[in-house]
């Protein structure tokens, strides 16, 4: 193994590996094409996924009996392997999670006599206790055949780590390449799992039965994640604790600036004993809001956050030990939509895990029933129950007992007018508790701890657990004023994860702070009578006045149906050219809940209002460039885009019950049922296909509710329309910071002017603590110019000016894939800025670029084949898909085709009319690189000569463009040609199995008459069974039939001494692949 692949990353990860106690198995033999021999990688053949042999050694060695040795026989030692690998189950995720209980718990047997009263006893298969006990192996190309081939096909994972013979952790590794090389190592793992999208079983999904992590790296870059993630969901390790950057690079003998995400990664999660740490305390299950179930691996900050809590709780003082305060305590602070509730749930796992807090009664204080369903869930795997306290006398009752436990004390809210007070901050019923036990052994975790540590129900809880200690969990950071009180009541900050820091990781997406109207107007300083020009502004200056005086004060406009009218207008324009493009959706947060009513009734009429102008939108105005129209012209385009879905959309209130004299005009927005339904609606994706009666939910429009807690990842834009500030504003904004398949950004709109008290609220936090909360959409125009600078370097340092005059020789240069890996990254940054910019005027003058390095992006991705050749524009954003699929029509180019084909009728046309000699064997080369790659199968032995010829020819006339033009000419042509000799006497599929026999035979391919004769007789008897037996019913289905033909095959080479013995079962196996890459030219007998 030579390749760049293997010594740019598989090799450095197999030495970090071995420094760390890891045995190394190489699984193919030195020069070996595949695996050919299982006993190398510790199994008696490839259908195995177990080293069993170990696993039945280590299930002696670490099960001891009462003597301190070993006492399983090898019955016993049979049935837990049993219980082990049958395993009934309706799919992989299923398999998994019945499999993964077992690992953690063990699995019974019968006891001995005289030992525990005879009684059965729980064996187990990995020592979580000691982790030096288990044995370490990294087995690399770790071929596993595919089920029903009969080792036809298989996979060969690039490195399998395995405890005590069990496979716990795939990785997958790529080379640093033209396209996304963790993306296309996502989608390897996924195949291997049964997990592609093809309808044809290519992996084994038995090897994933025990597999806990998977693992996808390319070296500088490095992901993990589990079998069920898509490649958005694999995430990045940053931070090593608890080592060191430094650390890493001295057990490494490197420097510290050259450590990789791979090297952080592997340093952490892959060591053996935090390894065993994080599958028995970290890898969870969970069902997601959809509905769908998936395995989760955790991020580094939430191993972070409770390895630190950890310690804390075991180095600090009590209560009774300090004479003061609890030192044991603290605060942890993760920003929303890092994780944070699955933080907790392994926070309490690992306690369980330590003999020092395993007998802890942790006490969940939360208002969220999903947390607590959470936790019960996750703590299954520990054979312990969470106990709910809904009312005073439960959380008495549970709270009073002795010994260890998990108590849930669930704080309802009273969510009515008259449950708040003076000040409008909702009030708990929470009667004094009085002491209920003075025990040290009590952990208490307080949910949303911002909000709750000054409750009048935390207080209370304090009073009866005087001796506990506090931990507070909180998505937003403290403000500076009370976190005084904060500090005395937890202790001091123990983890901090910001904003800045999940944006950085992908865990949100950033959240831009848009100067629309009202919200411009407060931020630019200007006064109410521009705010009615801006609103109003198609009014004589006589009813804008009128307007003004009757509307003199804020409260007056925010209410006024004149002004909710017009900015139901205005933001429903907005959410048609900015969000609805990329098929997301909408909050809107109005004053009062008579708010919520008229803007209902408002947006419905601007949505009449918009698609009547969307039905009549010109031929010539879809056709004119998008940096032509104005604003009011964009959102009629768009509209008449989305003319069906805008028609059925639904805008639906969302409020409490309240004690208003005409309450029944509520009624239909305040009962439970219908709103759950009406939520869950739009959580979901808006239907492909719209029936009569659909009316999918775009907009929810609401007052308080659903302003923290709410997650909602379909969710882009949030309207403000009343005053929100401090914790209340952080957490409203952060609904649009969820990160969603193609979400850029999100989008918060001010129409209250939340912008003239911003500055003032964010003083109240540390700056470190809310920097880039909120981004400045003219900051993204700032960066636009210094992107294009970066975009025009890639070419000008190598001598060409990029411009539509020299386009094709911009794609020759992205031959070299350093230097296409450097513009994609490049082109991605612009072109997705841009998109979470449009349509904002001040990106017109970047466009003319954009289409340009896009239509250079597109036009290589063709000509080299990256990833099949596919453009895919949707990458960069809806709206800047929609810009250059119209650019690109207007161009005559249909992105959505693949490369024209070297066997395409128009090829040699299509080749002829390209600039330039070097452009023209350019296509060539790669036309011919991708038909041999794709046809290599059907004739190994004759596209392995043409793949030496192209290489010969690209050698030996490497400047001379006019000569190897026309070579590759030539070598196109025969391509395209038959190249059976008219007087063969075998036939092509013959030819193509004569030519694996002629590669076995004769290294120089030249054999004498005798054996030439042999081999065309083996062919044609191979043919000729294949005649027989292929044209069966179901036969390329039928596994059985296809070992039979192969087992028939066997027999034929051994009859005719086609090749030694040892080489007889691979030399089938290739005959067998052939007659199947060419099916459909075996003609019936």
Known sequence: MSGPEYVQVEAPLLRQLTLMGWEHLPGQAEGAFKPEDPTESGRESFAEVLMES????????????????????????????????????????????????????????????????????????????????????????????????????????????????????VVECKKPSKGDAIAAAVTQLRRYAGQGRGRIPTGNPKLFHTVQLTLATCGERARLGTFTAESEHYVPWRDPYPLTDAVIAARLECDERSVTEQNRLTAVVLHPERLLQIIHDYV??????????????????????????????????????DGVQDRRGGIIWHTQGSGKSLTMTFLVRRMRSIPELSGVKV?????????????????????????????????????????????????????????????????????????????????????????????????????????????????????????????????????????????????????????????GAV?????????????????????????????????????????????????????????????????????????????????????????????????????????????????????????????????????????????????????????????????????TELGPDDHPVAFLIVKSMLLTGFDAPIEQVLYIDRSLKQAELLQAVARVNRPAKDKKCGYVVDYFGVANHLTEALKAYSADDVDGVFLDLREEVAKLDPMRRRLQAVFTDHGVPPSGATLEDCVLLLNDGALFDRFEAELKRFLTTIDVILPEPAVRPFLEDATLYAEVAMRAKRRFRVDGGDFDPSAYGAKVRQLLDDHLLSLGIDQ??????????????????????????????????????????????????????????????????????????????????????????????????????????????????????????????????????????DFWRSPVDQEDFRHQTVQLLITKDAAPIDKVDSLADQLVEVIGHRRTEIPRP
């Open 54 to 169: 170990r696993l039945r050694k280590a299930l002696s060695d670490i099960n001891l009996g009462p003597d301190g040795a070993p006492w399983l026989d090898e019955a016993r030692i049979s049935q837990a392997l049993g219980e082990l690998t049958r395993i009934t189950a309706r799919g992989l995720l299923e398999a998994n999670e019945l499999t993964t209980e077992l690992l953690i718990k063990g699995v019974t047997v019968p006891g001995l006599p005289g030992w525990d009263g005879g009684r059965d006893q729980r064996v187990h298969f990995i020592d979580w206790k000691h982790w030096q006990r288990n044995e370490f192996v990294v087995v690399s190309q770790f071929r596993v055949d595919v089920p029903g081939t009969s080792g036809l096909k298989h996979i060969a994972p690039d490195e399998v780590l395995l405890v005590n013979g069990i496979p716990l952790v």
């Open 284 to 321: 969870t299950f969970m069902t997601l809001d959809n509905g769908i179930r998936i395995k989760a691996a955790p991020r580094y900050q939430q191993f972070r956050a409770v390895e630190k809590t950890l310690e804390r709780l075991l180095t600090g003082d009590t209560r009774e030990e």
């Open 896 to 1033: 959505k085709l693949p490369p024209v084909s070297l066997t395409a009728d128009d090829f040699e046309e299509k080749v002829a009319a390209l600039p330039g000699a070097r452009t023209r064997a350019s296509e060539m080369e790669h036309a011919v690189r991708d038909h041999i790659e794709i046809n290599r199968g059907r004739d190994p032995h004759f596209y392995k000569r043409l793949s030496q010829r192209l290489e010969e020819i690209l050698r030996d006339y490497a400047e001379n463009w006019e000569q190897q033009a026309a070579l590759l000419a030539a070598l196109v042509a025969e391509l395209r040609t038959d190249h059976t000799a008219p007087d063969d006497p075998l036939s092509s599929v013959e030819r193509a199995l004569y030519g694996v026999l002629l590669e076995e035979t004769a290294q120089d391919g030249i054999v004498d008459p005798e054996t030439d004769q042999r081999l065309c007789d083996i062919s044609t008897g191979v043919y000729v069974l294949a005649q027989q037996v292929t044209h069966r019913r």
């Open 363 to 519: 006490v969940l204080v939360t208002d969220r029933t999903q947390l607590q369903k959470q936790l019960s869930e996750t703590l299954r795997l520990t054979g312990e129950e969470v106990e709910e306290a809904k009312r005073v006398k439960d959380a008495k009752r549970l709270l009073a007992a002795d010994g260890p436990g998990i108590v849930a004390v669930m704080i309802q809210k009273q969510q009515d007018v008259a449950a708040r007070s003076n000040n409008g901050e909702l009030v708990e019923a929470a009667p004094s508790l009085g002491e209920l036990n003075d025990g040290s052994a009590i952990v208490v975790l307080i949910d949303e701890a911002h909000r709750s540590h000054g409750s009048r129900l935390h207080m209370n809880l304090l009073e009866a657990l005087p001796n506990c200690a506090r931990i507070g969990f909180t998505g937003t950071p403290i403000i500076m004023g009370k976190q005084k009180k904060t500090s005395q009541i937890f202790g001091s900050v123990i983890d901090t994860y910001r904003l800045a820091d999940a944006e950085a990781d992908g865990a949100v997406v950033r959240i831009f702070y848009e100067g629309n109207t009202v919200k």
């Open 523 to 687: 931020k630019d300083g200007r006064d109410l009578d521009e705010v009615f020009e801006d609103l109003f502004a198609e009014q004589s200056e006589e009813d804008r006045e009128a307007l003004q005086r009757r509307y003199a004060t804020k409260g007056d406009v925010l209410e006024s149906e004149e002004l909710i009218t017009a900015k139901a207008r205005h933001l429903l324009r907005h959410y048609v050219t900015t969000v609805l493009p990329g098929g997301f959706k909408a909050q809107l947060v109005a004053n009062s809940r008579e708010a919520t009513l008229r803007y209902r009734t408002a947006l419905l009429a601007a949505r009449d209002e918009l698609v009547h102008q969307a039905e009549t939108v010109t031929e010539r105005l879809l056709d004119t460039p998008l940096d032509q129209l104005t604003a009011r012209q964009i959102s009629q385009v768009n509209a008449y885009r989305n003319l069906n879905l805008l028609r059925a959309m639904d805008f639906v209130p969302i409020v409490s019950p309240g004690t208003d004299d005409h309450e029944e005009r509520f009624a239909e927005w305040t009962a439970q049922k219908p709103q759950e339904r009406r939520v869950d609606d739009f959580t979901r994706p808006f239907p």
